[in-house]
Every structure is written in C-alpha cells, then in structure tokens.
C-alpha cells in the first residue's frame, strides 16, 4: 500500500526567509501524481503545486517549487521569499492510477514577521 | 473559478441523531469525495463517487453512507453519530478521475456530544 509521511509536524520561518518542507512516499508503482496543499486556518484547502512523475523537470508556481527525487522517493517544497499569508498546514499527497488521494499528516508552518 | 460549498461550518449533535452534511460543487465535475481530518492523522478518505447515484468506498467508511441523486450534490450521512465521528469532514472534487486536481470545500467541522 502506498504511504506519504510528513516527518516535520511543525515548522517555523521569518518572513522573506526560505523553507523547505519535507515529504517521502513508498510506492512500487512507475507513474503517479504528487501534490502538495495549503490549508490556512479557517480556510479552504487549495493546491499549491503538482507534479507528475514521468516528468523529470522539477514544478514550479512562482514561489513555491519542488524537488522531486524519484529514485529516493521524495518531494519537498521549497518556500522562497516566505510571506505571512503562507501560514498553514501544508499537506503532500500522493495519488496513482487509482484514482485516490493519500495524504500525509501535514507540516504547520508559521511564517514570522 | 470551482466553487465546493459545505451545509454548515460547524454543527453540534448528540449521540445517536442521524446527521447530514452537504456538499454543492458549481463545476460540473463528475467525481466527489468525502474525508475526515484528524489531527496526526492527515486527511482519509470516507467515500466518493463517479457519478450519479454510483458511490465506492473509501479507507474508512464504517458508520458512514453517502447519497448522490444529483451530479452537483454529495451528502455523507452519520446514521447514528458517536463520540469518534467528532471531527472535521471536507467535501473535494475533481473533473478527471484519475489525474486531476481536487478541489476541497471549506469544511465542517462537528461534534458529536
């Protein structure tokens, strides 16, 4: 069965600093998608960034970009130039062929002034 | 933009009423999800469905149904609400089945008392 583990539960950041935020997933499947999502508090959960995994180049959404390692199975997101409004739960998921989203069990960032 | 709206924000219920949450999606996507979110434990999924009136079920859909007579709306249903469904249900969802992105709702978070 596949698994997404998130070993950071907590993390913190100064505002215009750069985070990385951690996520490995096990699968013996070849071709999948990667997602990590934001979840302010008290808001609606979006999505961040996608990746697919027969694609070699790394996803990028202005600030936020990936490194996808897919050899190590591993995805983590990189915050650059972090801004107050980028506190949140940050969850990564996983999801093949099936159909079906596996999350991890989030990392709470929180960005100070 | 997709809009997912949820019945209620927060609902209180006792233990052994029958519970209805809602989910309204103005996409015309055909696929819907129920989850629950528990702190440590990430997002898991209930049940979705594909289409009208089709539903499958999900990682953890024990003392839960679900009903789907519409292609825009996506009821979960707590036959009988215990302590343990106290939680926070996110209603998701997505055009593609099997490679697109979901779009989350903002929510409901109940009590089961």
């Known amino acids: 069965a596949q698994t997404v583990t998130q070993s950071q539960p907590e993390m913190s950041v100064q505002e215009a600093e750069t985070v990385t935020l951690s996520c490995t997933y096990d699968t013996s499947e070849n071709n999948y998608y990667l997602f990590w999502y934001k979840q302010p508090p008290s808001r609606q959960m979006i999505l961040v960034i996608r990746q697919e995994a027969y694609k070699q180049q790394n996803a990028t959404e202005n600030r936020f970009s990936v490194n996808f390692q897919k050899a190590a199975k591993s995805f983590s997101l990189k915050i650059s130039d972090s801004q107050l409004g980028d506190t949140a739960m940050y969850f990564c998921?996983?999801?093949?062929?099936?159909?079906?989203?596996?999350f991890g069990t989030g990392t709470r960032l929180q960005v100070f002034p | 933009d997709v809009k997912v709206t949820q019945s209620s924000r927060y609902l209180v219920k006792r233990t052994g009423e029958k519970v209805f949450l809602e989910c309204v999606q103005d996409m015309d996507h055909e696929n819907m999800f129920w989850y629950r979110q528990d702190p440590g434990l990430g997002l898991r999924l209930i049940y979705f469905s594909y289409d009208v009136k089709m539903k499958e079920k999900g990682d953890i859909p024990e003392g839960y149904s679900v009903s789907r007579e519409k292609k825009e709306r996506f009821s979960l249903i707590l036959e009988s609400a215990s302590t343990n469904q106290t939680s926070m249900y996110l209603c998701?969802?997505?055009?593609?089945?099997?490679?697109?992105?979901?779009?989350f709702g903002p929510g409901t978070r109940l009590t089961v008392l």
């Open positions: 998701a969802s997505s055009f593609d089945r099997y490679t697109d992105t979901q779009y």
């Open positions: 998921a996983f999801m093949k062929d099936t159909d079906k989203l596996i």
